[in-house]
């Protein structure tokens, strides 16, 4: 359970979404319930009958900046860049940020990138895992760059090129509906399925919903090359969870309720905050919780999230939290269904 090959898995590409559902939740769902061992095929839009009345859910609020741009290099070559960081308003002639960025060749220290409205970029330096820190020139703000010309950040399985016709729809369902605090680098793609009506009829079937913020960070995408997956770093990721939203945890798991997250980014930030007995303390702060195979869950009671990339960390939260086998059963099931994968994908709902 603890080495990476026991997370692999063939497949077929062509069961990797391109696109999201015609409708947020007219995707599939599949139900995955733990004390039975039974998998069941459902919409979506069914997860009212699936839940109970007194479930919470708890959602993650962070909102995508379509931060991604493209450029080139004054010798000529292409370039593309992911800008990570993204100040307060009363910062924002911040001029100098640290990017991922994707070329041919690596620019090297104090080469010139070119973009789009007369923008400059300055290379000053650059770190592990493909950063970059690069000062921006021109006529106006980054951010306002960003603003005008900025596409999603999608992952790289998702393909999309140069001023692609399909951006504009991107900008739009690769943001869930609930989204409020700027700062994310990738979707909480769990999130995506809901729209403001299925939260209406959540709530009046007596099934809460809160809300808490953490914000993706770039190492999402770090690939896992170790055998051993407890010795995978995970990069830190800001959180907030406010009072109101800490309360009606707290008296969830008082009361005997279930808590469900939507989504592995709420399952990290509850479980970094939880006591000894499964309390929360409302704050912010930085979060790199590895979670596989092993680890005692304090606050969580059920799931839902997407399906997931062979050997990623995602994978060994979801094996640790519905047993290992249990997810190999429902990704066998999922492939033979042809169930559509990653993050524009279907869902599951594990309780």
Not at 55 to 71: C, E, H, I, K, Q
Not at 215 to 234: S, Y
Not at 287 to 298: H, N, Q, R, V, W
Not at 322 to 347: C, N, P, Q, T
């Amino acid at each position: 359970m603890l080495s990476i090959e026991d997370y692999d898995y063939e497949l077929p590409e062509e069961m990797i979404a391109q696109f999201p559902a015609p409708g947020r939740d007219s995707s599939r769902l599949l139900f995955v319930e733990r004390s039975k061992r039974s998998l069941s095929d459902h919409v979506f839009s069914e997860l009212p009958r699936l839940l109970r009345a007194g479930d919470l859910l708890v959602a993650n609020n962070t909102r995508v900046v379509p931060a991604r741009l493209f450029g080139r290099k004054d010798s000529g070559g292409r370039i593309e860049i992911l800008v990570l960081e993204h100040p307060a308003d009363d910062e924002r002639n911040f001029s100098t940020r640290w990017c991922l960025l994707r070329s041919s060749k690596r620019p090297t220290k104090g080469s010139q990138l070119l973009f789009e409205d007369g923008f400059t970029g300055l290379v000053e330096d650059h770190g592990e895992d493909g950063l970059t820190r690069i000062t921006f020139q021109g006529n106006g703000s980054v951010d306002g760059l960003i603003k005008k010309k900025g596409s999603m950040p999608l992952p790289p399985y998702i393909k999309r090129g140069y001023r692609d016709g399909r951006s504009e729809l991107d900008r739009e369902r690769y943001q869930t509906v609930f989204s409020k605090e700027k700062g994310a680098v990738a979707a909480p793609t769990a999130g995506l399925h809901f729209t403001r009506e299925l939260v209406e009829t959540l709530n009046q079937r007596g099934i809460s919903w809160v809300e808490l913020t953490l914000h993706v960070g770039h190492g999402t995408f770090r690939p896992v090359r170790e055998k051993d997956i407890r010795q995978h770093h995970l990069g830190t990721e800001d959180y907030f969870i406010g009072p109101e939203t800490a309360s009606a945890i707290n008296r969830s798991k008082r009361e005997g309720r279930r808590v469900i997250a939507v989504g592995t980014t709420v399952v990290r930030t509850l479980e970094t905050l939880a006591g000894v007995k499964g309390d929360l303390a409302p704050g912010g702060g930085k979060t790199d919780l590895l979670i596989a195979p092993g680890f005692e869950f304090k606050v969580i009671d059920g799931l839902i999230t997407n399906f997931h990339l062979p050997r990623s960390s995602l994978l060994f939260l979801v094996s640790a939290f519905a047993g290992i086998e249990l997810v190999r059963e429902a990704y066998r099931w999922a492939i033979e269904k042809a169930y559509r994968f990653y993050s524009y994908g279907d869902a599951m709902l594990i309780l």
